[in-house]
Nanobody, 115 residues
Framework: QVQLAESGGGLVQPGESLRLSCAAS????????MAWYRQAPGRQRELVAS???????TYADSVKGRFTISRDDAKKTVYLQMNNLKPDDTADYLC?????????WGQGTRVTVSS
């Protein structure tokens, strides 16, 4: 089993930045895919960004150029640096990892962008 703990959410104004962290614990050997999803009220959960064990990344079109995903394998942590935040980025952000074809989810951290 893998346990995930997200942190870093909060209330910010448009144009500001936040960095989310997701620390994995438990049986972490073999994690080969890490990602951030988000879910806003009344909307479907969407993939925001992902990173493989080889460092390949993908981003949703809506966040390209503003968000950066990274991972620190020594700390078993994946990060999401979010710059130039917009009100449409308001959502619960959830960490997801895949280990030997099994997916695990964190509880989420809330990001609110409002003036």
């Amino acid at each position: 089993q893998v346990q995930l703990a997200e942190s870093g959410g909060g209330l910010v104004q448009p144009g500001e930045s936040l960095r989310l962290s997701c620390a994995a614990s438990g049986s972490t050997f073999g994690i080969n895919f890490m990602a951030w999803y988000r879910q806003a009220p009344g909307r479907q959960r969407e993939l925001v960004a992902s990173i493989t064990s080889g460092g390949s990344t993908t981003y949703a079109d809506s966040v390209k150029g503003r968000f950066t995903i990274s991972r620190d394998d020594a700390k078993k942590t994946v990060y999401l640096q979010m710059n130039n935040l917009k009100p449409d980025d308001t959502a619960d952000y959830l960490c997801n990892v895949v280990r030997f074809a099994a997916g695990y989810w964190g509880q989420g951290t809330r990001v609110t962008v409002s003036s």
